[in-house]
């Protein structure tokens, strides 16, 4: 799936546009939304979204309107290359990498185990945002939060990229505590103890003492979020 990338610290999108630009390819080749979509195998509302930028395509549905003569490079990067007289393949996403998103509903409450789950879709960002910020392609792996607790910084049902390379403190990190999956700010504090921090105020702080932290297991940092799934 390609998105806006957002980052959990910043908020700077590093993709933008892309559902323009997808607008852009399907008048391009004069198609309606409902028939382009048909391509993509989804309906017009879902191609309606896409092209507004409320969801966004997986790559089984690029992978679709290739075979159309759609421009994918341009969709995701905004710069066209040659399309070919024969149908074209992704690899137009060679400079990229592959995320796992796991089909688990990661949450300010519980969640299911991590480990066990299989990949529901793959999402693809560019190798330079990797190298630029020194993160391991192969450690970052998706999921879909649950809840408010943790307020505007992570709302409920958005997609959250958990770059498993970095499990130190401070941040927002994904946690497993007693087999159950949490999002939580976590703080180091005095005596070598976490403090667990919902951003929503309604939720009242936890203090992991010393003792209990291995009853605590830090899966990864929140690197990027991705949007709503509806």
């Known amino acids: 799936m390609i998105s806006k990338w957002i980052s959990v610290k910043s908020e700077k999108s590093f993709l933008s546009n892309i559902g323009e630009r997808l607008r852009q390819e399907r008048t391009r ?3 309606s939304q409902e028939d382009f979509g048909a391509v993509g195998g989804v309906k017009k509302v879902a191609q309606s979204n896409y092209e507004t930028g409320k969801r966004h395509p ?3 549905y690029l992978e679709r309107i290739l075979q159309v003569g759609a421009d994918v490079h341009f969709i995701l990067y905004g710069s066209r290359l040659d399309i070919p007289e024969s149908p074209p393949s992704l ?9 796992p998103m796991y089909d688990i509903e990661a949450a300010a409450g519980a969640g299911r185990l991590f480990d066990a789950e299989t990949i529901q879709s793959t ?3 560019p190798a330079e945002l990797f190298e630029a910020e020194g993160v391991d392609p192969a450690q970052v792996v998706g999921v879909t939060a649950r809840g408010d607790s943790m307020g ?3 709302r409920d049902r958005e997609q959250v990229l958990v770059n498993r390379g970095q499990r130190t403190p401070d941040g927002v990190f994904l ?3 007693d087999d159950e999956l949490r999002i939580k700010r976590v703080q180091r504090v005095a ?4 403090l667990l921090i919902s951003d929503n105020p309604a939720y009242e702080r936890e203090l992991i003492k010393p003792g209990e932290r291995r009853n605590v297991e830090i899966i990864g940092q929140c690197w990027r979020k991705v949007g709503r799934v509806f």
């Open 123 to 125: 999402f693809y960002l």
């Open 58 to 60: 997986d790559t089984a």
């Open 91 to 99: 690899d137009v996403l060679q400079g990229a990498e592959p995320v």
């Open 152 to 154: 505007d910084t992570i």
């Open 175 to 177: 946690l497993r505590m």
């Open 29 to 31: 080749l004069g198609m």
């Open 191 to 194: 005596g070598n103890g976490w």
